[in-house]
C-alpha cells in the first residue's frame, strides 16, 4: 500500500458558479448580507459543487473508532472498554451520532480500525482492524509506517464510497478513549504551542488530570522532538488511527471535490494534519462547531477557521458537524427557492 | 375589547418533568454536559411540556406586518411600499420565512395589522387591519388605547390558534419598514440606555442614517418621556402594531403553556415589553440568536438570555428564530432517543 495519492491534486473550485451565487444572492428579497453566515456557506458550496444551486440532500458520516495505547497512562476517566462498547452503540443505533444520523436521514457507517478487543459479529461495522489499538507514544511511535498508510488509506475508502454513492457532504467522525490526549499532542507538534495550552478536560478529568495529560504530552513531545518536521511523521507518532483515517478522509474528499463538515476538537486536529500536508485541502473544509473543549479555539485559530456553531457541545463522534448540518441545509434552501426582488415585484434599497 | 387577559397567570412549569428530564440527561451514553445547550434545552421543554420527552413536531409561526408613522422621518432606507410588497412575498411563498416554514413543516399565517395601502385579494393572509400604519411617535403616540388593544389580542389569538391546532412550539416574526427604529426607542425606554447604544443600521443605514435615526428615537423619548414609567404605555407611545403583537404573543403562549423561540432584535424588545408587564412570561422563551444588529446584544443582555446562535443573521420575519428550530428537535431526539448506559452496556466514567 502506497501513500502517493496523498500529494494528488486537491479538485478546484469553481468560479463561475461562486459568482452566480453571488449574483443570486445580491438579487434575494432581504437586505444584502442580511443573513449572515448563510449567505456565505451557499456561496462556499456553490464553488465546491459547481452548481449556481448548490444541494446537500444527501449526506455521508463516518465513524472511525480505534484505541489508544497512551490510555495507559491514565489519561480518561473512562475505561478503554468503552473504545468498543461505543461502536456496539453506534451499530445498535444507541449513541448521540447514530440518532443524529437517522434524524437527519444520512449515509452512517461505522469502521473498526483496531480496538482493543474486537466484536466482528456487530452488523453495520466495517472491520478494517489495523492492530488492537497503537502503542504508547510515550514509549515508542503510536503506529508503524504500514499501519499509518492503512489507517490513511481506510479514511480516503470512506470519501470514496460517500462519493460513489452520490452524497453531496461528508462528516467524519472518532470514537477513541484517549484520542484527546493523541489530539493535543499533535496539535502541539503542528502549531509549536506549549502542552498547558492543548491539554483539557476531554470527556470530564479534573484539574489535577488535566495537569497529568500536560505532563504526558511534554514526554511524549520531548522523546519525539527530533522527528516532527514533517506532519506525516509527526501524525504516526503521536496519532491514532481514526485520527489518520479522519486526515486521510479529508484530502481524499478534497481530491474528489465532495464538501467537508469538519467536528470538533480531534476532527479539527485531524484538520490541521490534512493541511499541513496539503493546504489546498483546507478549500474543502467547513467548520461545523467550537467546541467546550478548551484547544480546539487554538486549533481553529491555526486553521484561521471561524466555526459555525457554539454550543458548549463536546462529545465527538461527528456529533458537532451533524448538529449543523440542518443550519448548511437551510442555507441552501433559502439561497435556491427565495423569490429575487424582480419576481416578487418588492421595491429594492435606495442605499 | 379588554386587556384584563394580560394579567391571567402563566401556566406553571412542570418540575417533576424537569427532574425526570434532568435524571434521564444523566443515564445517557455520553460524558455528564458534553451535548452543552442541546441538553439544557431539552430540560428546559420537558419542564415546559410537562413529559420528560418533549417534542417539537408541530411547530406554529406567525408573522405580523404592519406600518410606521415614524417611516416620515426617513429612517429606512427602503421604501414604506415594502411592507406590503413583502407581505405578498409572504404570501406566495418567495420570502426567507417562507421557504424556512416550507422546509420545517411548519405552520405558517401570515397577519396583515396594518400597511399603509392593504391588498385584501391576498389568500392566506389574516387581515386584522387596525389603521393604515400607526401614526409617527415623533409628533403623537404611535397607537390609541383601542389601538393597542387590538395589537395585542391579535398576538392572543395567533397563540390561540397555534396552541388549539396542536402545535408545540411558537415562533413570532415582524414586518413592517422602520421598525428598528421603533423597536429602539421602546428599548431605551425599558431599559433606560442612551438612544445611541441601541439605534444600530437595521435594514442598512450608513452612519449618518444612523445618527438620524437617533436623533428621531431621542426626539420621540423627549416628547413622550413623562409617560414611560408604564410598559404598557411606552408600548402605545413608542410601538407598533407588530411589535404589540408579539408582545401579545409571548403573553398568551406563557399562559398558556406554549413554549416560545424568540428570534431577533425586534422581537426581542417585543419580549422585553412582555417581561416587563409579566416577569414570569420569561419561562416560556427561549432565545434563537443574537442578530447583527448591534442594539441586540444589549435587549439580550437585558433579558439575562443567552441565544443559541451567532451567525450575522438581522433579516427579521422570524428567520433567525425557524433557523435554530432544528437543533431544538435535534436536541429533543438526543434526549428521547440515545440509550442509556444501562441499555447500551458501556462502562461509566469513574470520575
Redesign the interface.
Known sequence: MQLDWLSEPTAPLNESSRQAAEARQAQ???????????ESIAIRLAAMQGAACPTLDHAHISVFAADHGVAAEGIS???Q??TL??V??FA?????IS??A??LNATFEIINLGTVKDDESLQGVHHQRIAPGTANFTQQPAMTAEQLTQALDAGRQSAARAVEAGNHIFIGGEMGIGNTTSASALACALTGMPADQLAGPG????QS?VNRKTEVIQQALKLHQTALDDPLETLRRLGGFEIAALTGSYIACAQKGIPVLVDGFISSVAALVAVSIDKEAKEWLLFAHKS?EPGHVRVLEALEAQP????????GEG?GA??AL??L??AC??HN???TFA?????????
Open positions: 434575494l428579497t432581504k437586505p444584502p448580507g442580511s443573513l449572515g453566515e448563510l476517566t473512562f475505561p472498554s468503552v462498547e461505543m456496539r452503540n445498535r443505533g444507541g449513541a448521540a440518532v443524529l437517522q434524524q470527556t470530564g478529568l479534573d488530570g467546550a459555525l456553531l457554539d454550543i458548549g457541545m463536546r462529545l456529533s451533524a448538529t440542518p443550519l441545509r437551510l434552501a433559502l427557492d427565495m423569490a419576481e416578487a415585484g418588492v421595491s429594492e434599497s435606495d442605499a
